[in-house]
């Protein structure tokens, strides 16, 4: 299994630029994907980034492309969500996911962090 920690969230304004930390422990397959959700309060949860572990492959949503960048340190065993140029509607509790899956889904992902907040005002 896997163990997933977030950290870095906070109060931040429009404009302003943050990074989001991953720390992974446990059992981590080389084909697993690492990926970034986020979920505004009374909204779903919504699919923001992914990563290979191995391969570096990313692939990031239409509505933070341009903005924000997923990246992983294997000699840490962290993947990072580099937020620049943060908006008001980037405000969320954002999660960190492992799993097998390629999809932007949320099913496929089996494993998650407990999440960490970011606050964007205006």
């Known amino acids: 299994q896997v163990q997933l920690v977030e950290s870095g969230g906070g109060l931040v304004q429009a404009g302003d630029s943050l990074r989001l930390s991953c720390a992974a422990s446990g059992r981590t397959p080389s084909a697993y994907f690492m990926a970034w959700f986020r979920q505004a309060p009374g909204k779903e949860r919504e699919f923001v980034a992914r990563?290979?572990?191995?391969?570096?492959?990313?692939y990031l949503a239409d509505s933070v492309k341009g903005r924000f960048t997923i990246s992983r340190d294997n000699g840490k065993n962290t993947v990072y969500l580099q937020m620049n140029s943060v908006k008001p509607d980037d405000t969320a509790v954002y999660y960190c996911?492992?799993?097998?899956?390629?999809?932007?889904?949320?099913?496929?992902?089996?494993?998650w962090g407990q999440g960490t907040q970011v606050t964007v005002s205006s």
């Open positions: 990563i290979t572990w191995s391969g570096g492959s990313t």
């Open positions: 996911a492992a799993g097998l899956g390629a999809g932007t889904s949320a099913n496929y992902y089996g494993y």
